[in-house]
């Protein structure tokens, strides 16, 4: 099994992924969908970071809009990361992310 982690966009906030967050859990999966603090993407970023440290298996990032950029940017260097998921959501890359 993964641990999802679901990332909101901007204009979203965590509840918006209650009923795929139930559906995951339904099927074994450990779910977390998060609030982002919305103040820079470096900030938002660090904060999935923070979800990361405490994740006892691999992850699973889920990016809608805004979100994307932050799971592109919190992924980074890590190896923790098994996939990133990007639902109408914006990829960085490069030195972007």
């Not at 699973?60 to 996939?83: F, K, M, Q």
Request: hydrophobic letters at 50%; a negative charge; proline letters at 2%.
């Amino acid at each position: 099994m993964a641990t999802y982690v679901l990332v909101h966009g901007i204009a979203h906030g965590a509840w918006c992924w209650e009923h795929v967050q139930s559906d995951l859990t339904a099927r074994g999966h450990s779910a977390l969908a998060m609030d982002l603090p919305l103040t820079s993407l470096a900030d938002d970023a660090a904060a999935v970071g923070r979800v990361l440290d405490e994740a006892r298996e691999p992850v699973v990032l889920v990016g809608h809009s805004y979100g994307g950029a932050v799971i592109s940017r919190a992924a980074t260097d890590r190896d923790d990361v098994r996939h990133l998921v990007y639902v109408a959501a914006i990829l960085l890359d490069g030195d972007d992310a």
